[in-house]
């Protein structure tokens, strides 16, 4: 039987759960797991340590489940489509959108609006291209999710277009190894 970990990720995209996630995948790695099965729902967050941790994520050498137990938004899609298998509840969904720049109050030189401008274009492009990249969706396809104002498909549609292999609802096995963040 493969020894499996099952990763409990219900939290926003930030520095320090990214850095919590990675420190457990990195112990899994060292203590030679086969499997790791994340059960995950995010509202999204930081784009760069989201798409870190997808890209470490992708990189494994072991099998990755990403199940999603809730709603995976944003910057989050990238992290669900780097696991190797892609699963939903079937009262989740998933939310593709541009990237969102908060600004407190302050004066931007004309600039520094185009550089803030060309950010936020090169992020969401990264976005769009690492969930094509690792789900095997054509750019063009996430592009067009990832229209002004967002698209939210629910898990059959994103069976459909090919997110997700499968609905299932999760079920731990009883003596599991299990964490969360």
Not at 56 to 67: C, D, F, G, N, Q
């Amino acid at each position: 039987m493969p020894k499996t970990k099952y990763i409990i990720f219900t939290t926003n995209i930030q520095l320090a759960q990214c850095d919590k996630v990675k420190q457990i995948i990195t112990d899994c790695i060292n203590q030679k797991y086969d499997e790791l099965y994340f059960l995950i729902s995010s509202g999204g967050g930081n784009v760069f340590e989201g798409l870190s941790l997808a890209a470490y994520i992708h990189a494994l050498p072991m099998k990755t489940t990403m199940h999603n137990v809730g709603q995976v938004d944003s910057v989050a899609t990238a992290i669900f489509s780097a696991g190797k298998v892609r699963i939903s509840s079937k009262n989740a969904s998933f939310m593709f959108h541009g990237v969102t720049t908060n600004l407190n109050a302050c004066s931007l030189l004309e600039q520094q609006l185009k550089e803030l401008y060309d950010g936020s274009k090169r992020m969401k492009s990264d976005i769009a291209k690492a969930i094509s990249t690792y789900s095997g969706l054509p750019l063009s396809e996430i592009d067009e999710l990832m229209v002004d104002g967002g698209t939210i498909l629910t898990a059959e549609q994103a069976q459909t277009k090919k997110i997700i292999s499968s609905i299932l609802e999760p079920a731990i096995p009883a003596g599991s190894d299990v964490i969360t963040v």
